[in-house]
């Protein structure tokens, strides 16, 4: 099974910086995906690490170390319409569904403020 | 193009009736999946189909849940005899071939069972 953690919440200023942790426990890995999500909304893909390292993408950067089962998404320069919940996937590598089933974890809703 | 869309976007069942949720994917889209969010959580994994087949049912918390994909295209979810712990959003996603990573996610069917 997968068991995948990530703050519930935080709050960051208009232009700042924030970064969202993720830690699983997987007994399979075939990548790790965030989504962001507003509300009522569906998620939408951000980025995908499947190897060790820092993922570059405009103001969104993800890092992945799978020694550590840790990542993080980094938002830069952060604007109002980043208010959203951000989810941490890790895609599952075992069974039938290999490369298929993504299990996530609970969201970190983050708010930006003026 | 078009992406993933949903209907009804809303639904409202009374406790015991049953539902049925439609899911058109992007035209050629092999893979489709089926997730369960509920309320301030990540969405969890109900079932997933490559073309006609269902490969995955691991995740349908029940017998009462019911999914079908007959022609490899629209896929229906059912419900029967809805309980009020089914109260969530079924979000629906589709990829473009079994070996892709990215799933693109439908807006979601708000499921409210009184």
């Known amino acids: 099974g997968q068991n995948i953690d990530q703050p519930t919440e935080m709050t960051a200023t208009e232009g700042a910086i924030v970064q969202i942790n993720c830690t699983y426990q997987?007994?399979?890995?075939?990548?790790l995906f965030w989504y962001q999500q507003h509300a009522g909304e569906a998620p939408t893909f951000l980025s995908y690490?499947?190897?060790?390292g820092l993922e570059e993408k405009g103001r969104f950067s993800s890092f992945l170390s799978r020694s550590k089962g840790y990542s993080y998404l980094l938002l830069k320069e952060l604007q109002m319409k980043d208010s959203a919940s951000y989810l941490c996937a890790v895609r599952d590598s075992a069974g039938r569904a290999a490369g298929n089933k993504l299990t996530f974890g609970g969201g970190t809703r983050v708010l930006v403020k003026p | 193009g078009a992406g993933v869309s949903q209907s009804p976007r809303y639904k409202v069942a009374k406790r015991g009736q049953d539902v049925a949720l439609r899911c058109d994917p992007i035209s050629g889209h092999v893979s489709l999946f089926w997730y369960q969010q509920a309320l301030g959580q990540g969405p969890e994994f109900l079932t997933y189909?490559?073309?006609?087949?269902?490969?995955?049912k691991s995740g349908l918390p029940s017998d009462r849940f019911f999914a079908e994909r007959p022609e490899g295209s629209v896929s229906t979810l059912k419900i029967q005899r809805t309980q009020q712990e089914d109260s969530a959003v079924y979000l629906c996603?589709?990829?473009?071939?079994?070996?892709?990573?990215?799933?693109?996610f439908g807006p979601g069917t708000r499921l409210t069972v009184t």
């Open positions: 996603a589709s990829r473009v071939q079994v070996g892709d990573y990215e799933q693109y």
């Open positions: 189909f490559q073309n006609e087949a269902q490969l995955d």
């Open positions: 997987t007994s399979g890995f075939n990548g």
């Open positions: 690490n499947v190897l060790d």
